[in-house]
């Protein structure tokens, strides 16, 4: 899979110049390596609030700050410049090619293998985390190989998810306790699992789409590009996610989101009978 050439503006240009420097000396000696650049940058919908997200793939354990404090120093500094200068750079986040492999291995297998971490809301997911780099450096093809694996959707993946996420909705679909919260005003309750719901059609929806979920961020913006999903769905999302101040609001919540549960769940029907 060619892997296409990613445009940055002229001051992430500047900082991937400093710190490409400063990961080559991190990764000096340390057998296969890959650089490249995640998060809203690599995926190309960054704007001026959107930090850099450096990652650098490696096949050794890096040196600790230990045995090499000036390069840790180095590292530091030049991450507090440019904070100074109104950008953040989210450091370089090292990781080992051989882990990499063993996760990507499960998560092509079916296996959901989603790792909780304190900066995301539902947990980090390789898979998007890999397809979305924007490679700055790859000499020996490590990230070119996991994108290669990557090029076609696997349908293990795709069965796993809309099999967990649709016995989510069709489970709260007709829940008691759902509907008696909502009777009762229960504005924490109702809050967290409608955030809960619309995350599971979501996901739903980027499996029948065979694309790999993004994370936290800009979800809409890409399901506003699928193919098979209700008409105004991420516009009735957002009605959901903020009700209007009605004094029945969360009846009125209940009521949409139901509704746009059953108008996900036979897509994903249809789309199962058509694979079995």
């Known amino acids: ?24 000396r991190f990764a000096d000696g340390r057998g296969k390596y890959a650089i490249s650049v995640g998060g809203s940058q690599g995926k190309g919908l ?4 959107s930090d850099v997200d450096f990652r650098l793939f490696h096949e050794q354990d890096l040196v600790p700050p230990s045995e090499d404090p000036q390069l840790w120093k180095d590292y530091h500094d030049a991450m507090e410049y440019w904070r100074q200068r ?3 750079v989210d450091g370089i986040w090292p990781r080992r090619i051989d882990k990499i492999d063993a996760a990507l291995d499960r998560w092509l297998s079916g296996e959901l293998a989603t790792v909780d971490m304190v900066w995301t809301i539902w947990g ?12 700055i450096e790859d000499p020996y093809g490590v990230i070119a190989g996991w994108k290669q694996r990557l090029s076609v959707y696997p349908l293990k993946l795709k069965q796993a998810i809309l099999k967990k996420h649709l016995e989510s909705v069709r489970y709260w679909r007709v ?30 929806l980027f499996a029948l789409n065979e694309t790999y979920y993004v994370g936290d961020g800009q979800n809409l913006d890409f399901c506003r590009k699928f ?10 999302v957002q009605e959901i996610l903020y009700p209007s101040a009605a004094d029945n609001r969360l009846q009125v919540q209940y009521e949409q989101l139901l509704a746009l549960i059953d108008e996900v769940v036979p897509l994903a029907e249809a789309a199962q009978q058509a694979e079995a």
């Not at 960054?46 to 609030?49: K, T, V, Y």
């Not at 829940?175 to 967290?192: E, I, L, P």
Request: net charge negative; no cysteine; charged share 20%.
């Open 175 to 204: 829940d008691y306790h759902y509907r008696s919260k909502v009777q009762r005003g229960d504005v924490v309750f109702t809050a967290g699992l409608t955030s809960r719901l619309v995350h599971d059609l979501i996901q739903i």
């Open 124 to 135: 980090y997911h390789l898979l998007p985390d890999i397809y979305h780099q924007a490679v």
């Open 86 to 88: 109104g950008i953040n």
């Open 46 to 49: 960054s704007d001026a609030r």
């Open 1 to 24: 899979m060619s892997e296409q050439k990613r445009e940055f503006s002229a001051n992430v240009q500047a900082v991937l110049g400093d710190f490409l420097a400063i990961a080559h």
């Open 227 to 236: 193919a098979l999903i209700p008409a105004g769905f991420p516009e009735k």
